[in-house]
Nanobody
Framework: QVQLVESGGGLVQAGDSLRLSCAAS????????MGWFRQAPGKEREVVAT????????AYADSVKGRFTISRDNAKNTVYLQMNSLKPEDTAVYYC????????????WGQGTQVTVSS
């Protein structure tokens, strides 16, 4: 059974940094795309960043380009989201997700971790 467990959220001030982690287990993810999504109160969930499990093809939402970095550690089966220069508008619940590279839909989701950025 696939499990994605996020950690690393918290309350920070504008301009601070946070690193989110997503520990993945339950299968081999070598042919998977991993993603970070977020959902703010009253808004739809949006994609933040995605990456192939191989580490190739990182992609970012325009709103986080240059500030956020997605990466993975194969040895630890963990995907990270390094968030720098945080803004109040980054406040949201952040979710880790996974999908096979051949599918367009993310099948597996974590429970989410809250990130709150105060001004």
């Amino acid at each position: 059974q696939v499990q994605l467990v996020e950690s690393g959220g918290g309350l920070v001030q504008a301009g601070d940094s946070l690193r989110l982690s997503c520990a993945a287990s339950g299968r081999t993810f070598s042919s998977y795309v991993m993603g970070w999504f977020r959902q703010a109160p009253g808004k739809e969930r949006e994609v933040v960043a995605t990456i192939m499990w191989s580490g190739t093809s990182p992609a970012y939402a325009d709103s986080v380009k240059g500030r956020f970095t997605i990466s993975r550690d194969n040895a630890k089966n963990t995907v990270y989201l390094q968030m720098n220069s945080l803004k109040p508008e980054d406040t949201a619940v952040y979710y880790c997700a996974a999908r096979p590279a051949t599918r367009g839909i993310f099948d597996y989701w974590g429970q989410g971790t809250q990130v709150t950025v105060s001004s």
